[in-house]
């Protein structure tokens, strides 16, 4: 059992003792007037879970129009990067390595959030979704057409996050440019309209990104960059492919070979896409000739398929998401084969601790204490 590759160090830019990573998961914890990680809560959240390679943090707000969901947590605030810094500490303290998600939703937001004002994004164009607001689920809205200077202060506004990361502690950033936030919105042609320099081309549509990791390059090593793309998205978060979606992919990916990242971070498709003709089915195999740097995968892996897709050399590290919020201790279960436990659905957002502190690591069960 020991001798699994995903158990294994991993030490290319980054200097990870296993390659098991824990996924970017909203947990909706930051239940305070300023959306501020706390230490009864985020603190041992994560230092349960510092036994992973590397966890990478629930995504993070760079502004206050970059929110969309109910208590989550944010990175532009003093009062958020000092309680960041007790999070990563005990992470450290433990010999866990931490990643901050960066985040901004575009459109999946809500005038709920910004005082009845629209939220922002490429076009103006209803995603047709639900937005998840103080008041429960809503349907979102059409939101503002970004202007030029807009799209500019949301450069600084990414800038500006990362430089809190780094304040905070972390060991890096991971870019959201995934699931239908606001990277993906300028990506895809179907909720990119626009026809300025931001538009049409995949030139275009892919510059707001690499303006940001150009930014973002200015105050944290490239090194300790990551940016997670979910290409074969559809139908979800208002998404749709269409024949230039996975062009525009391989183009992004194709690109940052160019760079020194630390890792690109992809989806396996979310649903059944068999029947979507512009859809790549198997991403891992897909982009793995295309990259030549980190390139970690996720969604719907276990410990079996997480050791075979390492194996079969189509990608480096693998990121687990509702397995760690059931399994804190899941490298310990890994190693030795324990059994895994089941994740509840009730309590992903629910705030407090149930759910969210309360799930025991083996050891911690009393039938096997
Ligand atoms: C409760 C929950 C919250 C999530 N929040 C985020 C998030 O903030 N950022 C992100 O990139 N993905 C988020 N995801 C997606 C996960 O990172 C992951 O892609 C997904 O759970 C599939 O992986 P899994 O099959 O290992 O769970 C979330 C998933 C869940 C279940």
Not at 38 to 67: C, F, M, N, W
Request: charged share 25%.
């Amino acid at each position: 059992m020991s001798t699994q590759v995903l158990l294994t160090p991993y030490h290319k830019n980054l200097d990870l003792k296993n390659r098991v990573v824990m996924a970017p998961m909203t947990r909706s914890r930051a239940t305070n007037d300023g959306n501020i990680p706390t230490e009864d809560l985020h603190v041992p959240y994560y230092k349960q879970r510092a036994s992973a390679g590397l966890i990478i943090t629930e995504g993070s707000q760079v502004s206050k129009q970059a929110v969309g969901y109910v208590s989550t947590a944010g990175i532009h605030t003093k009062e958020q990067v000092d309680g960041w810094k007790k999070v990563t500490k005990e992470v450290h303290d433990k010999g866990g390595k931490i990643f901050i998600q960066l985040w901004h939703v575009g459109r999946m937001s809500h005038p709920d959030f910004h005082n009845g004002n629209l939220p922002v994004a490429p076009s103006a164009l209803n995603p047709n979704a639900q937005s998840y607001t103080p008041e429960g689920f809503k349907d979102t809205v059409t939101p503002k057409a970004m202007s030029i200077d807009e799209i500019k202060q949301t450069v600084d506004d990414f800038k500006n996050a990362a430089k809190n990361a780094v304040e905070a502690g972390f060991d890096g950033v991971e870019i959201h440019s995934s699931n239908g936030y606001l990277f993906h919105q300028f990506f895809n042609g179907t909720s990119n309209h626009r026809t300025d320099e931001y538009g049409g081309t995949i030139e275009n549509r892919t510059r707001f990104f690499f303006e940001v990791l150009e930014a973002i390059k200015e105050v944290i090593p490239q090194e300790k960059i990551g940016a997670r793309f979910n290409p074969s998205l559809d139908g979800m978060f208002g998404i749709t492919m269409d024949e230039e979606t996975i062009p525009t992919f391989e183009y992004i990916i194709k690109k940052l070979n160019d760079y020194n990242l630390a890792y690109i971070h992809l989806s396996e498709p979310f649903t059944e896409v068999s029947d979507i003709p512009y859809a790549v089915q198997n991403i891992a195999e897909h982009f793995r000739p295309l990259y030549n740097g980190t390139l970690m995968i996720n969604a719907g892996f276990d410990q079996e398929s997480g050791n075979k897709v390492i194996e079969e050399g189509n990608a480096d590290l693998v990121a687990y998401g509702k397995l760690y919020i059931s399994n804190p201790d899941l490298v310990e279960r890994f190693a030795n084969g324990y059994e895994l436990a089941d994740w509840d659905d009730d309590t992903f957002y629910s705030g407090g601790k149930e759910g969210y502190l309360d799930y025991p690591t083996y050891n911690q069960q009393p039938e096997h204490a």
